[in-house]
């Protein structure tokens, strides 16, 4: 019969981290000190508050309106000058994913608008304000001021876009 020490087959147990370790993230509070152990809770609440506060700073906490009117001139300023890819850029995701800048560049005449001011914005719904303003532009050789109205919506992540 064999014995245990006649065996061909020696086993081996490597265990890299002790038992207890593997049920918990941070080690047993005996093997490196309780000041140590409290700073690493410090370090990872200090972490999770900046990324909170990080997170709330990329928030706009302005008005509705105030946003709109904002988004809606430089808008408008960016067609006047002509720089199509800009405006293009405010257009509402679902407006971008059915015409393409190309579509969008072939439906402006560049050099038609003259000036455009914002003049009010309304938010009667909190995803959906009207933006009034006064338009100038010349047709055949006299300048002409007109008021119009567009509409802005606003998507799930809070960014306000050119709706219609």
Request: hydrophobic content about 40%; proline content about 5%.
């Amino acid at each position: 019969m064999l014995r245990a020490n006649n065996s061909v087959v020696n086993s081996y147990r490597i265990c890299l981290t002790p038992w207890p370790i593997l049920t918990s993230l941070l080690p047993d509070e005996r093997e490196i000190g309780p000041k140590v152990q409290m700073n690493l809770r410090l370090a990872a609440v200090a972490f999770g508050l900046a990324v909170a506060v990080s997170g709330c700073a990329t928030l706009d906490s302005r008005p509705a309106p105030e946003i709109v009117k904002e988004r809606s001139q430089a808008r408008w300023d960016a067609l006047v000058k002509g720089d199509l890819k800009t405006a293009y850029g405010y257009l509402s995701p679902g407006l971008r994913s059915t015409m393409t800048y190309e579509n969008f560049v072939l439906n402006f005449r560049r050099g038609f608008w003259k000036a455009v001011k914002v003049e009010g914005v309304e938010c009667g719904k909190p995803d959906v304000c009207r933006v009034s303003m006064s338009m100038d532009y010349v047709y055949n050789g006299t300048q002409i001021r007109t008021p119009t109205a567009e509409t802005w919506i606003r998507d799930d992540s809070g960014n306000w876009w050119f709706g219609k």
